[in-house]
């Protein structure tokens, strides 16, 4: 649980927006803007997955910058460069929020937990 290991807590936060804007159907750029705080702690905190959870975040912020406003009416008119670059967008947001789940999901548990 976070109450056994705080330091955790900045992925599990990550996590949930992360869920968020990947279950959202409109992803607006202002949405990873909300990941910027968890991100530096994750970047900076203990454990590799949480560690490479901020560093895809930030890979899909990257993407995101590119898409908009540089490709996004070539977007709109659906060209394949800039389909691509929203498709691996998506794929690394979802790869953060998986990893972000699973490193909140293996948690230690507390052992004075009553279930």
Same mark, same amino acid.
């Given at each position: 649980?976070?109450?056994? =290991?705080?330091? %955790? @807590?900045?992925? &599990? &936060? $990550?996590? !949930? @927006?992360? &869920?968020?804007?990947?279950?959202?159907?409109?992803?607006?750029?202002?949405?990873? !803007?909300?990941?910027?705080?968890? #991100?530096?702690?994750? @970047?900076?905190? %203990?454990?590799?997955?949480?560690?490479?959870?901020?560093? $895809?975040?930030?890979?899909?912020? &990257?993407?995101?910058?590119?898409?908009?406003?540089? $490709?996004?009416? %070539?977007?709109?008119?659906?060209?394949?460069?800039? #389909?691509? #670059?929203?498709? =691996? %967008?998506?794929?690394?947001?979802?790869? =953060?929020?998986?990893?972000?789940?699973?490193?909140?999901?293996?948690?230690?548990?507390? =052992?004075?937990?009553?279930?």
């Amino acid at each position: 649980s976070l109450r056994a =290991a705080p330091e %955790r @807590v900045p992925v &599990a &936060a $990550l996590a !949930c @927006v992360l &869920a968020f804007t990947v279950a959202n159907k409109v992803l607006s750029p202002q949405f990873l !803007c909300w990941t910027f705080p968890l #991100v530096a702690l994750v @970047v900076v905190g %203990r454990g590799a997955l949480q560690r490479i959870t901020g560093i $895809l975040t930030l890979g899909a912020i &990257a993407l995101t910058q590119v898409e908009f406003p540089y $490709l996004y009416w %070539r977007m709109v008119s659906l060209e394949p460069g800039p #389909v691509a #670059v929203v498709a =691996a %967008r998506n794929a690394v947001l979802v790869g =953060a929020a998986a990893l972000a789940a699973v490193t909140v999901w293996r948690l230690p548990r507390d =052992a004075g937990a009553g279930g």
